[in-house]
């Protein structure tokens, strides 16, 4: 776990953590609400790929530091959220998309290099890792309830 956590490090580079930090000011003086995209930009004078590391930066900081969680809706843009039950909808909405996702490559790419090649132990072995991936996001997207 140490070891992932120091390369992760190492990958996120200081300006990345400095836009992180702009983005974190700049919505900390908007709080409780939002930021679009463009606006964002153009408060923080970041340009688009320095927003996209930045936001990437602030999620792995949020947690280290005791960050906000951020969050982007299409109403409200990039925001903090502090509420629970919204989160738990977001969280569920991101799951959903990501199971999509992996189904898609499960269907579109893994299924056919299994076809191609039934006996690999490489391509068993990722496709049993990504229909459990598979599984747990559906489970996370779509609860059972009691």
């Not at 569920?92 to 290099?113: E, N, Y």
Request: proline content about 5%; hydrophobic content about 40%; some cysteine.
């Amino acid at each position: 776990m140490r070891s992932r956590q120091r390369e992760r490090d190492r990958r996120r580079s200081p300006t990345a953590e400095r836009h992180a930090d702009s983005l974190r000011l700049a919505l900390m003086e908007v709080a409780p609400a939002g930021l679009k995209k463009t606006r964002l930009m153009a408060v923080t004078e970041l340009s688009r790929s320095q927003l996209v590391r930045g936001l990437a930066a602030y999620r792995e900081l949020a947690g280290e530091k005791g960050w906000p969680p951020l969050v982007w809706s299409a109403a409200d843009g990039y925001h903090f959220c502090l509420d629970a039950d919204a989160l738990e909808e977001w969280e569920r909405q991101w799951a959903d998309v990501k199971f999509t996702q992996i189904s898609r490559v499960i269907t579109g790419v893994l299924a056919p290099h299994a076809r191609l090649f039934p006996k690999s132990r490489w391509v068993q072995y990722i496709v049993a890792q990504m229909n459990a991936v598979q599984s747990a996001l559906d489970m996370i997207a779509r609860p059972q309830t009691q």
